[in-house]
């Protein structure tokens, strides 16, 4: 009996599916976590809702699959931002596209602008600013100080990147989520179980010479930290697995020892502001659960 050649042809393993491509968060923020989502997305357990009580630029928002968010900050400029840019979409990128050309990208039309901000009190033009801000000043920074005034100096780039595609992006991922000005302490006092927990505070500094924990007004305490981790603790015990970052440092490793599972990697990164110089920084990763 003749076989065909298709029926003796050696069977093909299916073609593997790609990884997703993974988006960007619009705004360039210190500590940002994109750099490191393929550390933390494989330690995320399964929920119905993500709660973020340091939303910084959501990049793991961006990249995760929840059916609902809850991305909260201290930083209101922050939350202002994202409740505007989820609402007006479209319309809000087309209006803070008017501060991203030649003539806004110099030193004394930067301190102008930055002025202008400080004393603004519409929130759709702070928020524009804010962008602004945050893609024309040094290194990217959000820093505002005693008396809140932001005071970030300017990055002379030669050409700010708007990030239009990145923004629309947000917008569209944001219809799930709901963002909110607290602390992190009233954030993860709303989580119920089916919740899952993800924190990203201020770093413990390395040394006593890398304190840049003051993103926003207030700062973050050693004794914030240990309070976060006996939150940790709280909301494992009623099961609500809780994930944090840190630098992986004698005292981050003393204040998690009560994880279920710790992991430890490296970061290569910048450190000062010497661009050339980079280092690897160790990090950590606990899970409470």
């Keep these: 009996m003749a076989v065909s050649s298709a029926a003796m042809a050696p069977l093909r393993k299916p073609p593997r599916r790609p990884e997703p491509a993974r988006q960007r968060p619009f705004l360039k923020w210190a500590g940002n976590k994109y750099r490191i989502l393929e550390h933390i997305l494989p330690m995320l357990p399964e929920g119905k809702r993500l709660i973020e009580p340091f939303a910084g630029s959501a990049a793991l928002f961006l990249n995760s699959d929840y059916d609902h968010y809850l991305l909260s900050d201290r930083n209101a400029d922050l939350i202002s931002l994202y409740n505007l840019l989820k609402q007006d979409g479209p319309a809000f990128i087309d209006y803070c596209a008017q501060y991203f050309v030649t003539r806004n990208n110099q030193e004394k039309r930067y ?127 009623k099961d609500i697995p809780v994930l944090i970052s840190n630098h992986n440092t004698a005292y981050t490793r003393k204040i998690y020892r009560q994880a279920d599972k710790n992991k430890r990697f490296k970061v290569q990164r910048y450190i000062s502001c010497n661009g050339k110089k980079r280092n690897s920084a160790s990090e950590i990763l606990a899970l409470f659960k």
């Design 111 to 237: 301190y102008r602008l930055r002025e202008q901000f400080n004393a603004c009190d519409d929130p759709h033009q702070r928020a524009a600013l804010f962008i602004y801000l945050n893609r024309h000043g040094y290194n990217g920074l959000c820093r505002y100080n005693a008396g809140g005034g932001f005071n970030v100096p300017f990055g002379r780039y030669k050409r700010p990147y708007f990030p239009e595609k990145e923004m629309l992006a947000f917008h569209y991922k944001a219809q799930r989520a709901t963002f909110r000005v607290s602390d992190f302490e009233q954030a993860m006092q709303q989580a119920r179980r089916g919740d899952v927990i993800y924190c990203d505070p201020p770093y413990v500094p390395l040394s006593t010479s890398a304190n840049f924990t003051t993103y926003s007004a207030g700062g973050f305490s050693l004794d914030d930290q240990q309070h976060l981790a006996d939150l940790a603790q709280s909301c494992a015990r």
